[in-house]
């Protein structure tokens, strides 16, 4: 019964988490109608990095101080946050926000892919390979492959969310090296890593 509980429990969120990621393209398609992109993912990221620093203090947990830790959290702001943050702001003022999330869902294939040619941490099977495709092909379908129609009518914006989702991929790869680290500490030190580069960015750039 535990176990059963346990299982719906996780579907629920993973459902909840399936839902925000995908109505955060529709929202960054509505923010660039009025905002420049740079201003919006600066805003974005400082944001989500404040609320972040407020959860851990709730929870009793202290960002680390090493210099090496920090070093990780500014790379991984760059790979999970400035640059694919900005890319997609970018692409999606003359990108369909369907079309970005389709793209975008490709993630775990590059994250599979970086894996087999490059860093190799992990075994490879069919079977995960199968799992990716499948996940593609179904959020293709859920979206609706309507959204495809317009592939190549924008292709710079559409090749800027393949480098994000790439990006993205790397992050999630790269993440390895926080093990041991409670997930919270991670995401807000690379959020408030990312503010910092963004902010300054937003100023010179879209002189908000």
Same mark, same amino acid.
């Given at each position: 019964?535990?176990?059963?509980?346990?299982?719906?429990?996780?579907?629920? *969120?993973?459902?909840?988490?399936?839902?925000?990621?995908?109505?955060?393209?529709?929202?960054?398609?509505?923010?660039?109608?009025?905002?420049?992109?740079?201003?919006?993912?600066?805003? +974005?990221? /400082?944001?989500?990095?404040?609320?972040?620093?407020?959860?851990? +203090?709730?929870?009793?947990?202290?960002?680390?101080?090493?210099?090496?830790?920090?070093?990780?959290?500014? #790379?991984?702001?760059? #790979?999970?946050?400035?640059?694919?943050?900005?890319?997609?702001?970018?692409?999606?003022?003359?990108?369909? &926000?369907? *079309?970005?999330?389709?793209?975008?869902?490709?993630?775990?294939? /590059?994250? /599979?892919?970086?894996?087999?040619?490059?860093? +190799?941490?992990?075994?490879?099977?069919?079977?995960?390979?199968?799992?990716?495709?499948?996940?593609?092909?179904?959020?293709?379908?859920?979206?609706?492959?309507?959204?495809?129609?317009?592939?190549?009518?924008?292709?710079?914006?559409?090749?800027?969310?393949?480098?994000?989702?790439?990006?993205?991929?790397?992050? &999630?790869?790269?993440?390895?090296?926080?093990?041991? #680290?409670?997930?919270?500490?991670?995401?807000?030190?690379? #959020?408030?890593?990312?503010?910092?580069?963004?902010?300054?960015?937003?100023?010179?750039?879209?002189?908000?």
């Amino acid at each position: 019964m535990e176990k059963t509980a346990t299982m719906t429990t996780e579907l629920a *969120l993973l459902l909840v988490l399936s839902t925000l990621w995908g109505a955060s393209y529709t929202f960054i398609k509505i923010g660039v109608e009025t905002i420049p992109p740079v201003t919006l993912v600066a805003a +974005r990221t /400082f944001i989500a990095g404040a609320l972040l620093v407020a959860i851990i +203090r709730w929870r009793g947990l202290k960002l680390p101080r090493e210099r090496k830790t920090w070093a990780y959290f500014l #790379l991984q702001a760059c #790979l999970n946050s400035v640059l694919p943050f900005t890319l997609i702001a970018w692409a999606e003022r003359t990108t369909d &926000a369907g *079309l970005a999330a389709i793209l975008n869902s490709t993630t775990p294939i /590059f994250a /599979f892919l970086i894996t087999a040619l490059i860093t +190799r941490h992990e075994v490879l099977t069919g079977r995960k390979l199968f799992g990716v495709s499948s996940g593609l092909i179904g959020t293709a379908l859920i979206i609706g492959v309507g959204a495809f129609g317009s592939i190549g009518q924008a292709l710079s914006a559409q090749l800027a969310i393949v480098a994000a989702t790439i990006c993205y991929a790397g992050a &999630a790869v790269f993440g390895r090296n926080f093990r041991g #680290l409670d997930p919270m500490l991670p995401a807000a030190g690379s #959020l408030i890593s990312g503010a910092v580069i963004l902010i300054p960015v937003s100023v010179v750039v879209d002189h908000p």
